[in-house]
């Protein structure tokens, strides 16, 4: 099953593709776009409604599929075989929202904005010089990133309500902050947590809340500072390309894993299923993950990774069966 922001991103690559590669087979084309044929029989019957606005049913495209599976559009209209050309005024409004989602911290792909940017400057000439005289301030900006870097300054613990992705709830915490890290487009808080005792990394932009306490910061006077560098072999959060890649198959209920482990791919598969790839910086916590999702994830390469969660999970599972039963007086 397709989800209906996946379905237009995918008919609006769909149109010119087929106009590129007329007689295209059904196959090859779901082969390209990554889905099921029959993903793409139901994007075919959608393009039926498809057409310029304000105009008539006549003027609605027409996909053809033959006996064969080739599959040829019809009925495509001037404009939509155009490329597309911009007004001063919406090149403007582009660049200008673009510039201002640059200074967004976690932006997952950064590079690719500013590559579409500095693009987009190129080619729209008097636009772009427009777009320079004007700013976007947001309303309530990165307040987690302004209080933790206040708590930071003044020496003040915080009290923070985190997301925990993997278990799917909010946390609270008092941590003494240490340090604030830039990582990869990210932040992060590092600090003494007093719940784990231990120090911890925090993402900042999985704080649902943030509390500056009237206390002091007090992490203790050996607490190690973990090592963030990006190309550092003890970090958790480093990926480089030495590193094991993985592919994994995620049930719909496990499509959140892309947003919080950096993929290589991804590519929606039958039943609204994603098929990922990843480089495992550290296999353990890639472990620990399928683990916790269990039937919700399979591992599908390399088989050696698969055949180690397969026996971890079994081992785990005899430990379980194997642990004495309380009985039902014991229990209450």
Known sequence: ??????????????VPYLMRHPGSTVTEVAEEFGVAPKQIAK???VLW?????????????EAHVEEGGAIHLD?????IGRPLRLSTREAVALLVALRALAQ????????ALNRALAKLEDVTGEAARVAERLSVEFEV??????EAQRALAEGRLVHLRYYVPSRDEVTERDVDPMRIVLLSGRAYL????????AVRVFRLDRVVGIDVL?????????????????????????VDEDDPLVTLELAASARWVPEYYPCESSQEIEGGALRVRLRAADPERILRLMLRLGGAARVVAPEEFAAQVRRTAAEALAAYESAPQETGAAAR
Do not use: I, Y
């Not at 009237?214 to 480093?238: C, F, I, N, Q, Y």
């Open 43 to 45: 994007d075919l019957n």
């Open 104 to 111: 967004v911290p976690g932006l997952a792909d950064r590079d």
């Open 1 to 14: 099953m397709s989800t209906a922001v996946a379905q237009v991103e995918r008919l609006l690559n769909l």
């Open 141 to 146: 900006g990165d307040v987690v990133l302004q």
């Open 75 to 79: 009925n495509v209209a001037g404009p």
């Open 49 to 61: 409604f498809c057409g310029l606005p304000g105009g008539f049913a006549d003027d609605l495209m």
């Open 190 to 197: 590092e600090g003494w947590c007093r719940s784990s005792e």
């Open 214 to 238: 009237d206390k002091p910061a007090e992490p203790p006077a050996d607490a190690p500072v973990m090592d963030l560098t990006e190309h550092s072999p003890g970090s958790a959060l480093r």
